[in-house]
Each structure stands twice: as structure tokens, then as C-alpha cells.
């Protein structure tokens, strides 16, 4: 009925579908089976008024195929990743810091960087997962990590955004990624931080410092001591 040319019946059947809660079930295999975007859509419409009826099993399955499309790059993902965030919107945030998480630890920063940018508007998404939004958007700038490249420029002021929060320790944080930040990416944050004003700007003069301690005549060291210099903080 739905492939029909008889419209009239076609949009009866829609209305039919969209206030039956027994439709979700009935509907999920064809969208499985959806050869693209657009019938992947027509399906979501008439699965989504009821969609909190289909069980653990049938999410799983919507989940897995989501994330399928969504790594392939097609366009299908759109309409999937929709509907898994619709049913279980705790769920689809938990499911992406994961892969955030895996990403990271395997050093694939854009990668890490794009997964957490799927949920950044969720209600889901705190202080910690900004926090490390921002520093994977600075780590994916690879040979761009300088204080002057604009990718550098928009992660550094996601931290200050972060850093605003009276229950978030930006300091803190900052020190348990060291290892992952390392000297460039330290320096680069202090850089901009310690042109900011009070609180920020201590912290950013502590990074630098702390560069100029460990290395005083290395690359990072020598330029943390310039700048701290010019700073008038030397």
C-alpha cells in the first residue's frame, strides 16, 4: 500500500502506521532493508510517534546499523542516527563518548574529534565532554598545533568556555592530559591562556613555566620563556 499509486489509500495507510504502536515493530525490517536516504526517512516518520514501543533487540539492531552507515559515509546514517537519538537519547551520547574514548587512545584525534561533535548539543554532554571536545579539536590540528592557526584559536576558546564553569578545574585537567597534550600542545594552551585575563591567565603562565622548567633549552622552552617574557611574567 505504501509503494502504491493510489494516493488517497496511501496517505490513509501513513495515518494508520504513524497511531499504531504495533508499526514500529512491523516497520524496522524494511528500514533495514532501505536502499537510501529518502526511503530510510519515508520509514523514520511512520516509526518515530511510537517508537519507545520497539524492545532492547530491535534498538540494537537500529544502533548497529546507524553506526554501520555512519562509518561507511552514507547518507542513509542521517535518518538512523535520527531515530536511535529519539528513542534513547542517553543511550546514542553514552554510545559516542565510547567511540571517542577508543579514539583517542588509538591517537585518532579527528576521528575522536567527530564522534563527540555528533552529541555536543545533547543534555548529555558536560563539562568533561567539552573539555575533551576542545582537546581533540586541538590535537586534530596536527603541524597546525600553533597558537596562531585558527583550528588552534577556536579549541582554545572552547577551554576558556569550559573553564567558566565554577565546578570545572581546567588546571586540573589540563595536568592529567599532559602526556596526551605533550610539550607543543601544553604550550600552545598556555600561549593562549595567559592572554586572557585573571584566573585563565595564571593558569597559562603556569603551563609555560612549567615548559621552561623541564626544558629551558629546548625548542618549547626557549619560546615559553619568550613569552612569558613578553608577557611581563618572566
Not at 189 to 202: C, H, K, P, Q
Not at 221 to 232: F, H, N, P, S, V
Request: aromatic share 6%; net charge positive.
Amino acid at each position: 500500500i505504501l509503494d502504491g499509486r493510489d494516493e488517497a489509500l496511501r496517505c490513509s495507510a501513513v495515518r494508520a502506521l504513524q497511531q499504531s504502536t504495533r508499526a514500529p515493530s512491523l516497520l524496522l525490517p524494511r528500514l533495514l532493508a532501505a536502499k537510501d536516504a529518502e526511503e530510510a526517512w519515508s520509514l523514520v516518520h511512520l516509526i518515530r510517534p511510537n517508537a519507545d514501543r520497539l524492545g532492547s533487540a530491535e534498538r540494537k539492531k537500529l544502533a548497529a546499523a546507524a553506526l554501520r552507515f555512519l562509518d561507511k559515509g552514507d547518507r542513509r546514517a542521517e535518518p538512523f542516527l535520527h531515530l536511535f537519538r529519539h528513542i534513547d537519547d542517553r543511550g546514542y551520547a553514552r554510545t559516542f563518548l565510547d567511540r571517542a574514548t577508543r579514539a583517542k587512545r588509538a591517537k585518532k584525534y579527528t576521528e575522536a574529534e567527530r564522534n563527540l561533535r555528533l552529541i555536543s548539543k545533547s543534555p548529555h554532554f558536560d563539562g568533561e565532554a567539552r573539555f575533551q571536545l576542545a582537546l581533540m579539536s586541538l590535537l586534530a590540528s596536527g603541524s597546525e598545533l600553533s597558537p596562531n592557526s585558527p583550528k588552534t584559536r577556536q579549541a582554545l576558546e572552547a577551554l576558556r568556555r569550559t573553564a567558566q564553569r565554577p565546578d570545572f578545574d581546567l588546571e586540573a585537567h589540563l595536568k592529567k592530559e599532559g602526556r596526551v597534550l605533550g610539550p607543543e600542545g601544553l604550550y600552545a594552551v598556555g600561549f593562549g591562556l595567559i592572554e586572557g585575563r585573571g584566573a585563565l591567565r595564571d593558569v597559562g603562565a603556569r603551563l609555560l613555566r612549567a615548559q621552561v622548567k623541564k626544558g629551558p633549552r629546548t625548542k618549547v622552552g626557549r619560546k615559553a620563556k619568550a613569552k612569558l617574557t613578553t608577557e611581563g611574567l618572566a
